[in-house]
């Protein structure tokens, strides 16, 4: 997008993140054919409607979404590209990503309408198991970013495969949270 179309379409104060503030913020414009930016899945907290065009919406940490962008001139398309994010924790590493502020931990990032519409065929297909796609296990979307990147099928996300992924939540947080070495070993001493 070109530096012109962006300040027409940015008239008026967007309201930003605020130090204290742990919600992730999503500026969503629709300007038909031009720039449609829309949420695909994801639970907002809060909704911001600035004008006809432009709303913001803001995640609480944790929570995961899935952001499409996609926007075109008169010789056609621009960009077209989905990214499924999980809002991080103030002081949380994260990776930035236009429109989205502070920014997050992206899980998929795909580009290109052919492989868009096959992760949207897989959200369907999540959808259809009776599984909402914001509750999938995190490392479902790294796999089906990783599989797509190759030109490989990626695995369906399964109700035995989320009911795994929901155990496993409940038990922590993963390998940080596992038994710690013997104070000698972490001294640099060995047996």
């Given at each position: ?8 379409v940015h008239i ?27 949420i695909r899945f ?150």
């Open positions: 997008m070109t530096g012109n179309a962006a300040a027409r008026g104060p967007v309201p930003i993140a605020h130090a204290s503030d742990d919600l992730t913020y999503v500026e969503l414009t629709w300007v038909e054919k031009r720039i449609e930016n829309w994801g639970r907002p907290a809060r909704e911001q409607v600035l004008d006809r065009h432009r709303r913001v919406l803001s995640f609480r940490t944790g929570s995961i979404f899935a952001f499409v962008r996609w926007a075109a001139n008169d010789f056609g398309t621009l960009i077209s590209r989905i990214d499924i994010v999980r809002a991080v924790e103030p002081g949380e590493p994260y990776q930035t990503l236009p429109f989205v502020r502070p920014g997050g931990d992206i899980l998929l990032k795909i580009e290109g309408w052919p492989k868009i519409e096959q992760v949207l065929r897989h959200i369907d297909a999540v959808e259809a198991a009776g599984i909402q796609p914001q509750e999938v296990a995190p490392d479902h979307w790294r796999h089906v970013a990783n599989r797509l990147s190759v030109g490989e099928v990626p695995r369906a996300y399964t109700v035995a495969r989320h009911q795994a992924w929901l155990k496993r939540r409940e038990v922590g947080p993963g390998p940080q949270s596992g038994p710690k070495a013997p104070a000698e070993l972490s001294e640099g001493r060995t047996r």
